[in-house]
């Protein structure tokens, strides 16, 4: 048996755990080196309810927001390689309504690096989706409305913003643009990780996105993106060989904006997801919905974990906090 073969087993037990004490349906874990050697399992349900699915290792995950990390950013820090954007300019160069009637709002001197790190005072979150379900007048509402300042904290509106200078500088909306090679916007639902019975969609949700403001949107920069552990662990080799994205756009990736933040990422701090023995060299994050990537840049390793932990409900503690860091630590022989 190899050492990343050990290392798997090892980090594949508490997932396998969580399934067999009923705290998540399934799950599905990955782990690839910088060389391409890779080993991905599976295991317990991609749907309980309401008729049971089992987990493949092929089942596609809603990522939710994965989607800020593997779509968005790379794309924002495309742009700027190319100069079509300053990451230090105001998001205004590339939206200039934001805010239109108060030329001296907050809001207008928020730049796309700061949104990036999430250093913004925009919220966490907002239930948009319940302010209607037309996406162009939500777009208007998003751009027009007096946020409330606060402390910056990981705010969804960041990326939301950053989705919206995509696609006016694109000229399409999100969903019409190309997803990246093994992602997409949507999955067939019988192949998919099903994720929330929802309240306000009355449906068990599978295979289309279950991040309320996205839906609303019909595309949004902060969650949408779909994709299985595969295409999750090329786009992790990708990052550790620099073969798809440049090394400018990948050192930002891996230069620190704050104590928790770099450029889209996290990198390591006390308690973070990736637990206490990844190195230094290490960015990660997290979607709601379950999911997770890390790329070890030092040790030259990925893994991700994708779970359907909010299946069928999110009012549940899945315990995917500490799955997470458990997994973390004994990828990296803990």
């Not at 060389?35 to 092929?58: F, N, W, Y």
């Not at 973070?272 to 379950?290: E, K, M, N, Q």
Request: aromatic letters at 8%; a negative charge.
């Amino acid at each position: 048996m190899t050492a990343l073969a050990q290392l798997f087993d090892c980090a594949f037990a508490p997932l396998e755990t969580a399934v067999n004490e009923r705290r998540i349906p399934g799950g599905v874990l990955g782990l690839v080196d910088r060389d391409g050697a890779r080993i991905v399992r599976a295991t317990g349900l991609a749907q309980r309810v309401p008729d049971a699915r089992p987990m493949h290792e092929g089942t596609w995950f809603d990522l939710a927001s994965l989607t800020k990390v593997i779509f968005t950013t790379p794309r924002i820090l495309k742009l700027a390689e190319d100069g079509v954007i300053d990451l230090d300019a105001p998001l205004i160069s590339a939206l200039p309504d934001l805010r239109q009637y108060d030329e001296k709002a907050w809001e207008r001197k928020a730049t796309f690096r700061q949104c990036l790190g999430h250093q913004t005072p925009f919220p966490a979150v907002a239930p948009i989706y319940t302010y209607g379900r037309d996406p162009d007048l939500l777009r208007a509402f998003i751009l027009q409305r007096e946020w409330q300042a606060g402390l910056p904290v990981y705010s969804d509106i960041n990326f939301i913003l950053l989705g919206f200078a995509l696609e006016r500088l694109t000229g399409k909306t999100l969903r019409a643009m190309d997803p990246g090679p093994g992602f997409a916007f949507s999955a067939a639902s019988d192949q998919a990780a099903a994720t929330e019975d929802c309240t306000w969609r009355h449906r068990v949700l599978s295979g289309e996105v279950h991040d309320d403001n996205c839906s609303a949107l019909q595309g949004a920069g902060h969650a949408g993106l779909f994709g299985t552990a595969d295409s999750i662990l090329d786009f992790a080799q990708e990052l550790l060989t620099g073969t798809s994205t440049s090394p400018a756009s990948i050192a930002l990736m891996r230069t620190p904006l704050s104590a928790t933040r770099t450029h889209g990422w996290e990198h390591p701090y006390d308690n973070w997801s990736g637990g206490r023995l990844c190195s230094p060299g290490t960015i990660g994050h997290t979607g709601f919905t379950g999911t997770g990537l890390w790329i070890d840049f030092d040790k030259g390793r990925a893994w991700t974990l994708l779970t359907n932990r909010i299946h069928p409900t999110r009012h549940f503690d899945s315990g995917i906090a500490t799955l997470r860091q458990m997994v973390g630590d004994l990828v990296n022989g803990g």
